[in-house]
């Protein structure tokens, strides 16, 4: 069984480091998602990919944000000049998107702390 | 825009009682809804999903949620707790033009099963 999967799973990096974490998705889902996670929060959306196009980006939380899905399989989440405020989790999730909806399955996540 | 509230942060059950955890959403159309888990460190794991149909759900691990939507209202039920069972549970509600693009979360509630 071969489900969503995120590298790494831990980070530590200093302030002003650029950073970057990959997601697998589950083979043969359209779409993949990232979300931030911070203690005692539910996920907070803030990208989506149908295929190679990045649909969704105005929720990313600033322009230090980046993410790319350059041949519609795995996707890079960078983070550039990292923050302290930027320690979370970043999770990923991936759906097959049809008939109007579709079911989001997580990954892992990758933990940052940023020192 | 959609939103989420779970009104218990924190809820201890004894081990074999039953559970039900509450949830609120706001939203203007029909909802998706979705129930997740999350144990320490770890990804979310769906649990349960109400797309349309039938307003009791089944879902793994012998739990069931309840669609109200008068009471708009997705609560969470469990007959009968395991210590397993102890985890963060995430209540979901999904909307976007196109599918589940607009996922928001719940704040979360922490469940404790005690012996």
């Known amino acids: 069984d071969t489900g969503v999967s995120q590298n790494p799973r831990h980070k530590i990096t200093k302030r002003g480091q650029n950073v970057t974490f990959r997601c697998d998705p589950i083979?043969?889902?359209?779409?993949l998602y990232w979300y931030r996670q911070t203690l005692g929060q539910g996920p907070e959306f803030l990208t989506y990919?149908?295929?190679?196009?990045?649909?969704?980006k105005s929720r990313l939380l600033s322009d230090r944000f980046s993410a790319e899905r350059p041949k519609g399989s795995f996707s890079t989440l960078e983070i550039q000049r990292t923050e302290q405020g930027d320690s979370a989790m970043y999770l990923c999730?991936?759906?097959?998107?049809?008939?109007?909806?579709?079911?989001?399955?997580f990954g892992p996540g990758t933990r940052l702390t940023v020192l | 825009a959609q939103s989420v509230t779970q009104p218990d942060i924190h809820i201890t059950v004894s081990e074999g009682a039953s559970l039900e955890l509450r949830c609120n959403y706001s939203?203007?159309?029909?909802?998706?809804l979705f129930w997740y888990v999350q144990s320490p460190g770890q990804g979310l794991q769906l649990l349960l999903k109400?797309?349309?149909?039938?307003?009791l759900v089944q879902g793994i691990k012998g739990f069931e949620a309840e669609f109200k939507r008068s009471q708009s209202s997705f609560n969470l039920r469990k007959p009968s707790v395991h210590w397993s069972d102890a985890a963060e549970y995430f209540c979901?509600?999904?909307?976007?033009?196109?599918?589940?693009?607009?996922?928001?979360f719940g704040a979360g509630t922490r469940l404790t099963v005690k012996p």
């Open positions: 999730a991936s759906s097959f998107f049809q008939h109007f909806t579709d079911t989001q399955y």
């Open positions: 083979s043969e889902h359209n779409r």
């Open positions: 990919f149908q295929n190679e196009a990045q649909l969704e």
């Open positions: 939203y203007g159309a029909t909802p998706y």
């Open positions: 109400y797309f349309s149909g039938d307003t």
């Open positions: 979901a509600v999904g909307a976007g033009r196109l599918g589940n693009n607009d996922m928001r």
